[in-house]
């Protein structure tokens, strides 16, 4: 009665107020003794522990007459009731009894004109007077025990039950220590920490960045030997600003760099910095230059610093209060530095122009290093590495790959390589071929081949709009020359294309003259052209949207920023409003109404001279587009050496000057 007593009050719920003053207590910010949590666990414990024997423990009780009575009837035809036995012992028919004092107690009764098997009779625990009369009559009896295993079971089930409870008690312990290790390591820095053996990169490994990589140099002879530049004064940068497009090796650049010192690597991207908590990335950045201090010399790799270190209240409706709590804990840290301390930053982004001001003064990221686009020389570095682990076919010239590639970064080459690989094995080939390498370029520039389209009107016209354009390149005097023309579609609604041999020289420098942007934009219009001119006006189609829009910004630039128009030597807009800095809501016009009426039609201008020249060379080579169109049915690619055989024969000008003299 106490026991369950005890649960009914355990059990019983309490009210809202104890409940509450419960949890105030609980949350109460004064310091609680560690040990006494460990007794509550214990306690509680011990209370499951009771309260799972008092439901679950069943206790033993004596059999009633009325039990036994039904136990009888339930028993077979080979079974005697109690009082025939006691009948058959008085009767002399008995010869031997044996009893088994077991869970339920039952007596194997032998008599003498019986040869079947002993009858069973069902006794009550206690049986004086039967043993009384068998003692009487002197009949064999004897009597023994049976195992009886509810006692272990029920041990064993305790046991179970009490393991069990245990382990959730741990499982409780366990999560709630490692909370409280999370709430305290919540503002430790999560930077990846990495010694010289786990880099793996030197500057061997990375190729395409000469100048970054001499540039970069003297940080390396720095943490090797700061002697050199201490014993004449000299103070290497603090920190260095990795500015270029991505994936053109500002981490592996950095990882290099570590690499070649032998001093270790701290990487962290600068949105680890920032969380929703305030405070949490000022305390972070507190904790890793600690950490860099203890280990210095090292270098310290923040990459996307932008995402931490952009402007302060710039934007609409002001910045981000934690963020500039972090940007802030981050200038006074980098100021904090102690002369020739052996600590570098080394930062990364590809847009410098939305990082503060004060981040890039002297003394904090006093030095940038562009690490741009790589040209012929880079492109070819960069296969040379990626193609060390590949297997090449003896025809594959990489220099050519190089050639075809201008513009890519150093990951696009990379994945190039891959790309090319994967066709390779898909094809079941020993080696990578140079149609796989083809392939790959197409791929990573242009998008997956998709099934060829069947014979149709849909695809006698997408020929026509190609090699209205593939004609163009080939025929236009300051056009870059064709590289081949096809039909086959890939991902991303693309038809089909022409594709142009860009003059390397003029794209890395972006001096591009006022002949070469009127070709670009007739070619342009060449597909456009080609389709009014064969179908008519009524059936041309949307596929010349991205073609148009390409005119309209090239001929706005050559108007409005160029000076290439009527309108003189004019820069009429400033390209490039960042909304987030700002701008492009209260942009100011650098030119009346009127001068924009002027700029449009300039544009128009420009726009209509060229679709009409464009719509004159298809018109007068109607035949050879014609031809063109039946070859690239047929074929469905025409390479740009094949492409120019054609034409000229066809225009009786030697192949190598088309694209050059007409």
Known sequence: MKSSSWIKAWLKPQPASQLTNKLVMQADVSPVPKQHAPQKLWRLAASLLIFQGVVFGVPAYAQTPEESTNKQEQADDNTLKYGELL??????????????????????????????????????????ELIKKLREHNIEFKV????????????????????????????????????????????????????????????NDVAGVEEAKEELQEVVTFLKQPERFTAIGARIPRGVLLVGPPGTGKTLLAKAIAGEAGVPFFSISGSE?????VGVGASRVRDLFKKSKENAPCLVFIDEI??????????????????????????????????????IIIAATNRPDVLDTALLRPGRFDRQVTVDLPGYNGRLGILDVHARNKKLAPEVSLSKVARRTPGLSGADLANLLNEAAILTARRRKEAITPLEIDDAIDRVTIGMTLNPLLDSKKKRL?????????????????????????IIPRSGGVGGFAQQMFNEE????????????????????????????????????????????????????????????????MALETPDNEVFLGGGWTTRS?????????IDQQVQDIALSCHEKARRIIRENRPLVDKLVDILLSQETIEGEQFRKIVAEYTKLPEKQLAVTL
């Open 87 to 128: 009948q058959e012992i008085e009767k002399g028919n008995v010869k031997t009894v044996e009893i088994d004092e077991g869970t339920n107690v039952v007596a194997k009764v032998t008599l003498y004109n019986q040869e079947e098997e002993p009858q069973k009779v069902l006794l009550l625990e206690q049986n004086p």
């Open 144 to 203: 023994k025990h049976s195992a009886d295993n509810s006692a272990a079971l029920g041990l064993v089930v305790n046991l179970f039950f009490l393991l069990l409870l245990l382990a959730g008690l741990m499982m409780i312990l366990r999560r709630s220590s490692s909370n409280s290790g999370q709430a305290m390591n919540f503002g430790k820095s999560r930077a990846r920490f990495q010694m010289e053996a786990k880099t793996g990169v030197l500057f």
């Open 273 to 277: 910095f920032v969380e929703m908590f």
């Open 306 to 343: 932008d995402a931490v270190g952009r402007q302060r209240g710039a934007g609409i409706g002001g910045g981000n209060d934690e963020r500039e709590q972090t940007l802030n804990q981050l200038l006074t840290e980098m100021d904090g530095f102690e002369g020739n301390s052996g600590i």
């Open 462 to 486: 997408i020929a026509y709009h190609e090699v209205g354009h593939a004609l163009l390149m080939t025929l236009l005097k300051n056009s870059d020359p064709l590289n081949k023309v096809t």
């Open 506 to 569: 003029m794209v890395d420098s972006g001096l591009f003259s006022r002949a070469w942007l009127i070709d670009q934009i007739t070619i342009y219009l060449g597909g456009r052209a080609a389709e009014e001119e064969i179908f008519g006006h009524d059936e041309v189609t949307v596929g010349a949207s991205s073609d148009i829009r390409a005119v309209a910004d090239n001929a706005r630039r050559m108007v409005t920023l160029y000076g290439m128009s009527d309108l003189g030597t």
């Open 590 to 598: 650098d030119y009346s109404e009127e001068v924009a009426t002027k």
